[in-house]
């Protein structure tokens, strides 16, 4: 006996729960966490990113990054941005998403003698207004990326968010990204990690640092950095979530 559904509420409901499952059954943890080479891993992921976006249904899930669209969004992604701009470098070595909860994202399976990372720490540059921004757009279908992001309420009681379209100064959502940056790196610099592991800062730069020009603002900004992060990695890697731009820095001058 199958089961009705006598309310529009109990339809939506059973709607959004359907639609919460497709990602899942496009791709799963475990196809996620198989050793790639660079190639290996750029040609199957962007294989699932066209599935994904060929797929109907699934644009909220991946916006909101509900289930596994988080894993997904915010350990795989920065990884593959990552990997898009040292393919060549890092040819030999093959990389493996780690899911679960151990002081690491990334293990890199090749790396001899500390040439390279043994393995990666990966934080994302953004707070919760960001999250609103996003939940705002799937709501209404548009948002203002530079406008101020309003809310009250909580998910659980109910959130009333507003963005107002207004244009941001930019110079001022350049610190604001460089303040976010920097505490990001602090908060990863408090705890343990493997020897001669990377830590790799992804973050949105479709405003905040997407001019030429920003480029060389965002290199002042690591080289007078004032965190002594080289006592708990290897190498730091800043990445653009547009894919164009990446800062590297690191303990030694000579793994550069």
């Given at each position: 006996m199958g089961i009705s559904f006598n309310s529009d509420v109990e339809a939506a409901q059973k709607e959004?729960?359907?639609?919460m499952t497709i990602l899942e059954e496009i791709i799963t943890i475990e196809e996620i966490c198989s050793p790639r080479t660079p190639t290996q891993f750029l040609e199957w992921f962007e294989d699932k990113?066209?599935?994904i976006k060929e797929t109907e249904g699934i644009k909220d899930q991946v916006i909101l990054r509900e289930?596994?669209?988080?894993?997904?969004?915010?350990?795989?992604?920065?990884?593959?941005?990552l990997l898009q701009n040292k393919k060549d470098a890092w040819r030999d070595l093959k990389f493996k998403n780690v899911y679960g909860d151990q002081p690491f994202d990334v293990e890199i399976i090749g790396s001899k003698e500390n040439e390279f990372p043994s393995f990666l720490e990966i934080t994302i540059a953004e707070k919760y207004e960001d999250h609103l921004r996003m939940r705002y757009f799937t709501e209404h279908g548009h948002v203002c990326m530079t406008g101020p992001v309003e809310y009250t309420g909580t998910k659980k009681t109910g959130l009333n968010i507003s963005v107002p379209n207004e244009m941001g100064d930019l110079a001022e959502i350049n610190r604001g990204k460089k303040d976010l940056i920097r505490n990001r790196i602090a908060q990863k610099t408090s705890k343990a990690y493997p020897e001669n592991t990377g830590l790799l800062v992804?973050?949105?730069?479709?405003?905040?640092?997407?001019?030429?020009?920003?480029?060389?603002?965002?290199?002042?900004?690591?080289d007078e950095l004032d965190l002594n992060w080289t006592d708990k990695f290897s190498a730091l890697y800043l990445v653009g979530a547009s894919g164009n731009q990446i800062w590297e820095r690191y303990r030694s001058k000579q793994d550069a």
């Open positions: 959004c729960l359907l639609k990113l066209l599935e289930g596994i669209a988080k894993f997904l969004y915010e350990e795989v992604f920065p990884l593959y941005r992804y973050f949105y730069d479709g405003v905040a640092f997407s001019r030429d020009k920003d480029k060389a603002v965002m290199d002042g900004f690591l």
